[in-house]
């Protein structure tokens, strides 16, 4: 008896670790014929395209597409996208659509509840319909090519469809605008940033609140409505989108400040941590196109790259283009108040298809004169206006690009875009350099959008968006550079206040570092761009050490000792980073948990900037008492508290042991599909150098120190007019194929900060080729 139970515990065994190695190899046969090619020529026949098209395949899986028309040329686009990351696009747009629960259950309702609040696909949906001409065309090809690889492959298009049991629908036109719209939505978060000054404000006070965020009273005058402000933080029912707070740097060089006299365009935005990565690279050639540089798979064209004349990068403006409204309801709540009139509010029903449950979700979304509720509280309704709702997206702006000769054709493409709002940073061979914000601003009669507004009073409302002639443009300056970080235009000096639009700019930091590098030579090449988007000096540290040094020279001890001999580089292989930042921490903790408390607040309202504000004696000293304590603490002794605590820790530990990014497949955690995909080739989470004030900007979440959350996306180096030398390096690889070879090829390069060329030339393209992929009419 007890051998037939052992024999069969031990078959039982062996099934369940035979399993999940018999299925993995069973998706690795399959879904390797719907792969790119990786060597050699392959040659197939498709219904839809109209001449031969080939696609060159260099060695880290670039496809550089050569067409006979345009048409062709998109259409061969969406196919090789589709190949290569289909999974990615599928998530996109269902997340984009609110239809993540069709594929994992109740686990997405409440992502699903807020992206059908938040209209994306309702407003992709009227940007297709409105769309003629060129862009039309261009997408519906691009769709073309992307189901023609659908019904070709079917679920094995993307083995990760064929683990969770799904089969793809058929690709649209409002596909890629809602994929285009969710990556607006993810460049924006003045809705977070307005809605946490509303929660300090009604919990600590105006009088503290304005101090903590600079206004004078000319300021709070103008922009603090009255209104009951809403105290709550963002929560799960909400589609209010909390303050991310990461960034982007690009910097254009002009020819006398380079080694050739040829300038140079530098460009690494800052998203969050993506599997696979953000950005696909592709080369494109047609009649009258050829670009080549970071497309976005789910949409046609490339967004950050080079034609033959120019090149171009992005960062965030980070204008101020979203607001939010305090409703006034009637008792029926299906009513608003404006102007003493009530004016009814319009109501969408939505259903929410939810796998492994027999009935859907229903849902109904008000949409007020301002734009959708956004919260719907008896306590608080608010709505949001968005200029991404308003008026046509990017996308026929992108398109229009690939056709530019000069930078102001750049900024041209751009006039009648509502948004996104970004910093264009440009270059032509005719040696001219480029700043010019795209996208609209909202046009207030009051206020600046710094708090949520009353929605009852019309003169609160926005009156349309401002013409893009009124944006700020910077067109071969003296200094023979231009550089854009999320920084604030107006008082860095790019600009006069005249052309200043409310924004929440980010913290100085990069930009002082990127110009004051950028000043110091006049021999710039693609080489030593790299290596400053690879510097590490954090100035923010510089300045709070110097603020910091009497009372560290005089508190003594292990950590003042590391941090007084310390350049501020934020260096994986150092100490004193994470010494430094561990003392910021709980700085922020002795002078603001307090008020917190008090006050009701869930977290401190003191960050880095505020402490250094602090130090500087831009805000009261009352700051530093703790008002739990009947004694009057004062800045020594809440300094000596932290760097007592510090001084009891271990100082082995290193800035690249915490501070690190996870580079994890978004299955990862579903039982036995994430064991298959770690089959696949799992990645250990990596120590990666910098800080969110560093030109190598690596942003950790406060709410998880040092988890990175947010990092360089992609790193771009233009040599204007010499193309060949070009260079452009992904975090992980091209391709989302969890098998694939270059699923994650290029990682080394990125951490390293090293740049692998981008081929554009014929001769050059040839070289680099290791495999072909022919397609013919069928």
């Given amino acids: ?203 600590l006070g105006r009088d503290k609140a304005v101090e903590l965020w600079g206004w004078g009273p000319e300021e ?91 090149a171009w990068g992005f960062t965030m403006s980070m204008m101020d283009d979203q607001d939010l409204y305090v409703l006034t309801l009637d008792e029926s709540r299906d009513r608003e108040l404006v102007d003493d009139a ?26 007020s004169r301002h734009g959708p509720v956004v919260r719907d509280t008896r306590d608080s309704t608010l709505a949001l206006a968005w200029t991404g709702l308003k008026g046509p997206g990017g996308v026929d702006a992108f398109l229009q690009m690939a056709r530019a000769d000069s930078v102001e054709d750049l900024a041209e493409a751009w006039r009648d875009a509502a948004g996104p709002s970004m910093n264009l940073v440009a270059a032509d061979v005719e040696g001219h350099i480029l700043h010019q914000v795209v996208g609209r601003r909202p046009r207030r009669l009051r206020g600046a959008g710094r708090l949520p507004s009353p929605g009852s009073d019309s003169a609160w409302a926005w009156n349309g968006l401002a013409p893009f ?74 300045a709070l050490l110097k603020a910091l040094w009497p009372d560290l020279e005089r508190h003594g001890g292990p950590t003042a000792a590391a941090l007084l001999d310390w350049d501020g580089r934020m260096e994986v292989d150092r100490v004193e980073p994470l010494l430094f930042n561990r003392l910021i921490l709980e700085l922020a903790l002795e002078i603001g948990q307090d008020e917190a408390f008090d006050h009701g607040l869930d977290r401190t309202p003191f960050d880095a900037e505020r402490i250094l504000r602090l130090l500087a004696g831009g805000l009261g000293d009352a700051w530093w008492d703790d008002v739990r304590t009947d004694a009057v603490e004062e800045r020594t002794m809440i300094v000596d508290r932290c760097l007592d605590r510090l001084d009891s820790l271990d100082h082995t530990t290193v800035w690249g042991d915490v501070h690190q990014v996870d580079f994890s497949h978004v299955l990862a955690d579903f039982p036995l599909v994430g064991t298959l995909l770690r089959l696949a080739g799992h990645r250990h989470p990596v120590g990666v150098p910098g800080d969110g004030t560093t030109v190598n900007a690596h942003y ?57 060329t981008l081929p554009f030339s014929r001769e050059m393209i040839e070289a680099e080729t290791r495999a072909e992929l022919v397609l013919m009419p069928r």
């Fill in 220 to 310: 709070q005058r103008r922009w603090i409505p009255a209104v009951d402000l809403p105290s709550r933080a963002p929560e799960g029912e909400d589609a209010i989108l909390p303050a991310f707070g990461g960034g982007s740097n690009s910097w254009a060089i002009g020819p006398a400040r380079t080694a050739t006299g040829r300038p140079l365009l530098a460009n690494d935005p800052h998203i969050a941590v993506a599997v696979p990565g953000t950005w696909y690279a592709v080369g494109l050639r047609a009649p009258g196109i050829r670009v080549s540089g970071a497309s976005i798979a789910g949409m046609p064209g490339v967004l950050i790259g080079h034609n033959r004349r120019v």
């Fill in 342 to 367: 009530w004016i009814p509010l319009r109501t969408v029903t939505e259903t929410i298809e939810v796998r492994w449950r027999s009935e859907p979700e229903t849902m109904k979304v008000r949409i």
């Fill in 1 to 203: 008896m007890h051998g037939r139970l052992r024999f069969v515990l031990v078959v039982f065994l062996s099934g369940v670790i035979l399993l999940p190695v018999l299925l993995f190899g069973h998706i690795r046969f399959y879904s390797q014929r719907s792969r790119l090619p990786e060597s050699g020529r392959e040659q197939t026949r498709l219904r839809g395209i109209h001449d031969r098209v080939t696609i060159a395949l260099d060695g880290g899986g670039v496809p550089h597409i050569d067409a006979a028309t345009a048409e062709d040329l998109w259409f061969a686009q969406g196919y090789v996208h589709a190949r290569d990351r289909f999974f990615q696009m599928e998530l996109g747009r269902r997340m984009a659509a609110g239809r993540l629960s069709e594929i994992f259950g109740e686990a997405s309702l409440s992502t699903d509840r807020r992206m059908r609040t938040l209209r994306l696909a309702a407003t992709a949906g009227r940007q297709a319909a409105a769309l003629e001409g060129v862009a039309r065309r261009t997408l519906e090809r691009y769709s073309d090519g992307v189901n023609a690889a659908l019904r070709e492959y079917g679920r094995w298009v993307a083995p990760e469809l064929w683990l969770l049991g799904i089969e793809p629908d058929a690709w649209g036109v409002e596909d890629s605008l809602s994929i285009g719209l969710l990556l607006e939505l993810n460049s924006t978060w003045a809705m977070g940033d307005e809605i946490k000054r509303s929660v300090e404000l009604t919990h």
């Fill in 700 to 756: 950790w979440d406060k709410a998880q120190p040092f988890s990175v959350m947010a990092i360089p996306s992609m790193r771009f180096v233009a040599d204007v007019g010499d193309w060949d030398r070009s260079v452009l390096t992904l975090p992980l690889g091209q391709s989302g194929r969890p098998w694939s070879p270059h699923a994650a090829d290029q990682f080394s390069d990125w951490l390293a900060v090293r740049g692998r």
């Fill in 469 to 542: 002639s009124e944006n700020p443009s910077m067109l071969d300056p003296e200094e023979s550079f231009v550089g854009a970080a999320n920084h604030d235009l107006f008082s860095e000096g790019d600009y006069g206040r005249s052309r200043a639009f409310p924004a929440d700019f980010a913290a100085p930091w990069r930009i002082r570092r990127i110009r004051h590098v950028l000043s110091s030579r006049a021999d710039w090449d693609v080489e030593s761009c790299l290596n400053l988007q690879g510097d590490v000096v954090s100035g923010r540290a510089v």
